[in-house]
């Protein structure tokens, strides 16, 4: 009886706890009940080792992002997780957040500018955490001197093993 009473207790707390994601979701994207449930579902055809659970808080930080609608969001996540997966130990907790912001600064993909910080942090002597630190700071006026991704980061890696800080390289 002890076993089942702690089952019985057990579900009701892993019951909970999705429903509390689930809120977090529609929360902070707006998606409905259905649509929430709908990612949620289509988390098992993400090539991943990622738990849901994880998968689920990348939703919601796709909607305090601005992302918008099922497939933006759901397209989002995928790769962000792509990104946690590649980046995540060098960049931690906040890898997806900063990568995305450099990407919109950028106007590209969180892919490409993923690819471009993940290759050169391992083919040069900079550090990830750099280049993403360096690609924050100079972001903002890329548009206007129209350097791409790669290239401002490349330039982010020389001054990296020159031994510039960020700040004063940008």
Do not use: H
């Amino acid at each position: 009886i002890d076993k089942t009473i702690q089952c019985v207790s057990n579900l009701i707390t892993k019951t909970a706890e999705l429903s509390d994601q689930f809120s977090d979701i529609k929360k902070t994207t707006g998606l409905t009940d259905a649509e929430v449930k709908k990612l949620n579902s289509s988390f098992k055809d993400f090539d991943t080792r990622t738990p849901n659970e994880e998968l689920r808080k990348l939703a919601s930080e796709a909607g305090k992002l601005g992302k918008t609608g099922y497939d933006d969001i759901r397209r989002f996540v995928e790769e962000a997780n792509k990104i946690k997966v590649a980046l995540g130990e060098d960049l931690g907790e906040n890898a997806v957040i900063e990568i995305q912001k450099i990407s919109d600064a950028f106007g590209v993909g969180a892919l490409q500018t993923a690819s471009a910080v993940n290759s050169l942090g391992a083919s040069s002597a900079a550090t990830e955490a750099f280049l993403v630190d360096f690609g924050s700071k100079v972001a903002g006026v890329s548009r206007t001197v129209n350097i791409s991704i790669p290239d401002i980061l490349s330039y982010g890696a020389v001054f990296n093993s020159l031994g510039l800080e960020a700040e004063m390289s940008s």
